[in-house]
T-cell receptor
Framework: AQTVTQSQPEMSVQEAETVTLSCTYD???????LFWYKQPPSRQMILVIR??????QNATENRFSVNFQKAAKSFSLKISDSQLGDTAMYFC????????????FGDGTTLTVKP | EAQVTQNPRYLITVTGKKLTVTCSQN?????MSWYRQDPGLGLRQIYY???????DKGDVPEGYKVSRKEKRNFPLILESPSPNQTSLYFC????????????????FGSGTRLTVV
């Protein structure tokens, strides 16, 4: 069974600054995917970024980037130039390649961007 | 527009009255899934499906049923709802690694707020 841990229930950052959200996971799988989802107050779940475990290069999507450390089972999300619209709950998620469809989410980190 | 559509958005029902929450996707995705979201517990997977007529239990399947008779639809059935099933429910779909050029990862519907009294 997989576990996903987000150790920061709440965080805040000033507008235009950089913030990093932490995520650790535990698995015996070798091939898997990791994701960060954003849930704004509208409650819609939005896929922010995806990382395939076999790729060593860290994924980036505009202001969002990850630091994927496979050996340490760590998958942090960095948000650069934070904007007010980044205020949301962020979830880290795991999906194994060989048991596709099955997923495990962390408990979430509530991020507040302050003007 | 590519999307996952679930209905209704809000539902208030009484204990024991059977209900169905519908979910449909228009992206020809192989995988579909149901989650519930409760404060402080993140998203927990209820059931998921890898293709038509192929379903499997997630982490919290008790009290729920699903079916996948068509690729696009994946309804969630509560045969005898109880107050502890009051929650926010999400349906989601994803292409599968076997589907060419797949950007793997769930696309979510807008959610169904269910209250059981």
């Amino acid at each position: 069974a997989q576990t996903v841990t987000q150790s920061q229930p709440e965080m805040s950052v000033q507008e235009a600054e950089t913030v990093t959200l932490s995520c650790t996971y535990d698995t015996s799988e070798n091939n898997y995917y990791l994701f960060w989802y954003k849930q704004p107050p509208s409650r819609q779940m939005i896929l922010v970024i995806r990382q395939e475990a076999y790729k060593q290069q860290n994924a980036t999507e505009n202001r969002f980037s990850v630091n994927f450390q496979k050996a340490a089972k760590s998958f942090s999300l960095k948000i650069s130039d934070s904007q007010l619209g980044d205020t949301a709950m962020y979830f880290c998620a795991f999906m194994a390649y060989d048991n596709a469809g099955k997923s495990t989410f962390g408990d979430g980190t509530t991020l507040t961007v302050k003007p | 527009e590519a999307q996952v559509t679930q209905n209704p958005r809000y539902l208030i029902t009484v204990t024991g009255k059977k209900l169905t929450v519908t979910c449909s996707q228009n992206m020809n995705h192989e995988y579909m899934s149901w989650y519930r979201q409760d404060p402080g517990l993140g998203l927990r997977q209820i059931y998921y499906s890898m293709n038509v007529e192929v379903t499997d239990k997630g982490d919290v399947p008790e009290g729920y049923k699903v079916s996948r008779k068509e690729k696009r639809n994946f309804p969630l059935i509560l045969e005898s709802p109880s107050p502890n099933q009051t929650s926010l429910y999400f349906c989601a779909s994803s292409c599968g690694p076997g589907q060419g050029n797949c950007n793997y990862g769930y696309t979510f519907g807008s959610g169904t707020r269910l209250t059981v009294v």
